[in-house]
DNA sequence: ACATTTAATTTGACAGGCAAACTAAAAAGC
DNA sequence: GCTTTTTAGTTTGCCTGTCAAATTAAATGT
């Protein structure tokens, strides 16, 4: 044994967190989430699940029900016991408590989507840019049109909408609104949320793209009853969105993980960010298209779209071409190795694949499965669920439409409302 | 613009987290932690820092000095600018509140420290294993003697100690309690902290090891400051702490982050997890050793302890022997290239390379930024910033005893100390 | 002596939440 | 049919945490 001094004068010592808000959400908005999210529930229910009494539950539905934002319900979902005892009341979300829109901007397309406060699609909207001068003005009055054009559908102006979400590809912070770099804009925007508020005089939330599917999943998709998982997008390039505890987590300083950049290899392929053995180097669209170059170089027109020569490249892959079979190959194990990577990093209980429908044509789940068992460390628990979710355009304005709900609840029920 | 259909009937959406506690911490508990983590306080500056009313600090510190927890303090750091008005009175932890124990069990030492309230160190223990025989009762045990002997050296008894942190390696679940795998025993038990518990008749906190080591960083260290920051520790293994918004982050399953099985190549180096390409299979004590072997095959004793023929590899570097030169060089750029593809993951600001003294001897802080910035993805953000920070054995103890703070507090200010 | 300034306490009010008593509405037993 | 049982929902009174504002305390100007 060897003895230490002892009796250093002591200091300070414990976490200093400076501002720390970390307020819980009040009672009521979780009420409302509860219900949102359970369907038709009675307040015994809610009480049971929350955790309160049932003298609170009644109070505040009752507030929430003289809010009009929520109503009660007759039809019950036929519990599968039919019990005696006083029948249950129902609590729904009111579809006419509110309306909110989701825009998704790329490149490309704009994509946008009208949903009420009970979830119903009241509108979409779908069309490829043709002119952009690239400035964040008349990207915002893209929106404002798009805007418009749906709730005209519905015989709604502006002024019955709640809030917009607002998504774009880039590095964007949420919290602060700002634009730090998008390909949209030829320069970033610190006050790119409040200048898109006030042009269009809405409430407007905004967020990266990556994040926008991993908040569609997380309200109306399989991350749903999850409170840890992680979804990995192939769009054109490899994006990540992860989610913590039911809530979307945006690194520390509000820039997501960057999968696309993940290094799978020392002097690997060369990415078109500059750096070598990026994931996105291996399994993205320019890079399939490069190879590919290569390993048909007479088969398809170079001035192709890209998707024709992809699609080319995959028949040929098809019909037993070994080079191209090899790019896909390549492709598919790397996406294994920068997966399991985030899962011996992270440790979430589900993966979820999750993007555009013609990407993912070259992906075997069960292949990635094996491939990923041979990468992620396992002493004895299972590998995480791998979840293949194709789904369209509108997945992305999905979870604009989220972010757009979260604010328009956060602003009536959320800690700030409780003050006014 | 394409119309899709609409007026989908509504269903249920929102995340649904089951039972959500996400307990606000009591005021009291905020307070306290306030005032340990930056010394002697007026009850002004904490109104001011935790913005709450100076009447609700003046309650609850009342109640705080009555339950011996705070005490007030004349010796106020005497304030740059002498002002006027009645001058402020400090509050101070009480030094004899409470002692706790913080224990680091690991397959060659047990260490052990012990501290009271006020972080006044006042005993320590270290002494190398010699017998073992793998049971969870005579580890049990051993920390009970630990805690004994430091305990008699001070005059005290059991019964004045308020709790113990315990760390071990392996797979341990702080919030269950349980030993899923560790290296120490020949099997896992699911009820090891209760049974630790019982065994020594005090409250147990159990973690991982590389936990403790981010734990003792937030506590104590550098990490006291910032939010979110990423350890890495090198000892026999490589691991990995991650502390997310001012807590320690466990990921989902309560497993941390595997940093030392991430995997840095295809097809790489042979780990003794079984898989290939580990970072630890690069960095790790046996992966130089084995390297070693090859580099100086008559040079070395091949039956010498580990630490002894690092050493005389680390001096036929410096000679310049080029093969174990490139031995270090690889793994330096290894340990670049995996914590590299963390930043680009998790996004810290602040990454401390945390451990035993003389592990990163071979290492050169400006080497790895240069690495580094190589490998991660920065479009117009600064690196996280990078320290080295070496610390004595003690380092996993203090991260032990933070643990057993952590859980003294929490009895007594808590959530659930509030009902009882 | 008296105004000024800052620190700390006391006071009154109020909101959020709970427990328990109470009312409501059904089925089951007699 | 009447009572009992059972479950749902409401009302009531109370407790606790918190704040704003008034008050007291202790120092430094003038």
Redesign the interface.
């Known amino acids: 044994?060897?003895?230490?001094?002892?009796?250093?004068?002591?200091?300070?010592?414990?976490?200093?967190?400076?501002?720390?808000p970390?307020?819980?959400?009040p009672l009521k908005q979780?009420i409302f989430?509860l219900v949102?999210?359970?369907?038709p529930v009675s307040r015994a229910q809610v009480a049971k699940?929350l955790?309160i009494s049932r003298g609170t539950v009644s109070v505040l539905t009752a507030d929430l029900i003289e809010a009009r934002l929520l109503c009660e319900d007759q039809t019950l979902p036929a519990s599968a016991e039919m019990t005696r005892g006083r029948p249950p009341v129902g609590l729904s979300v009111r579809?006419d408590a509110f309306v909110v829109a989701g825009i998704k901007l790329s490149s490309g397309n704009r994509t946008g989507l009208l949903i009420?406060s009970?979830?119903?699609?009241?509108?979409?909207?779908?069309?490829p840019v043709t002119t952009r001068d690239r400035s964040t003005d008349s990207e915002i009055d893209a929106t404002g049109m798009i805007v418009d054009?749906m709730l005209a559908?519905q015989g709604l102006s502006r002024c019955d909408l709640a809030a917009v979400g607002l998504g774009l590809p880039g590095?964007v912070n949420n919290e602060t609104g700002s634009v730090?770099?998008s390909p949209l804009f030829t320069q970033g925007d610190p006050q790119f949320a409040r200048r898109a508020s006030d042009r269009l005089g809405l409430p407007v939330a905004i967020d990266n793209d990556a994040n926008l599917v991993a908040l569609a999943e997380?309200?109306?998709g399989k991350?749903?009853?999850t409170?840890?998982f992680v979804v990995v997008t192939l769009e054109e390039g490899v994006g990540?969105g992860t989610v913590?505890n039911?809530?979307l987590?945006r690194?520390?300083?509000n820039?997501?993980?960057?999968?696309g950049?993940?290094?799978?290899?020392?002097d690997g392929a060369l990415c078109r960010?500059g750096?070598r053995?990026?994931l996105e180097a291996y399994l993205s669209d320019y890079a399939i298209v490069r190879e590919g170059a290569t390993a048909l170089p007479h088969g398809i027109d170079r001035s192709a779209p890209r998707a024709q020569r992809i699609e080319a490249l995959q028949q040929a892959a098809a019909q037993g071409n070994a080079a191209a079979q090899s790019i896909f190959n390549r492709a598919q194990?790397?996406l294994a190795?920068g997966v399991?990577?985030?899962v011996?990093?992270?440790?979430?209980?589900l993966v979820i694949l999750s993007g555009g429908q013609m990407r993912y044509d070259w992906l075997d789940p069960e292949v990635l499965r094996r491939d990923m068992r041979?990468?992620v460390?396992g002493?004895?628990?299972d590998l995480p669920q791998l979840k293949v979710h194709e789904w369209g355009d509108?997945l992305w304005a999905h979870g604009a439409a989220?972010l757009a709900?979260e604010a328009v609840t956060e602003a009536r029920l959320g800690p700030a409302a409780v003050t006014a």
Chains 1, 2 share one sequence.
């Open positions: 044994m060897t003895k230490m001094e002892s009796g250093r004068p002591a200091g300070n010592f414990g976490p200093l967190m400076g501002e720390a970390e307020d819980a959400r979780r989430d949102r999210a359970s369907g699940e955790r579809a009420d009970a979830g119903n699609r009241l509108a979409s909207y779908r069309m054009t559908d590095f730090h770099w997380l309200w109306f991350g749903r009853r409170a840890d990540m913590l039911h809530r987590f690194g520390a300083n820039l997501g993980g960057e999968l950049h993940l290094k799978v290899a020392l960010c750096q053995g990026c194990r790397y190795f399991a990577n985030v011996n990093l992270m440790d979430p209980s041979e990468f460390i002493t004895d628990r509108l989220a709900l």
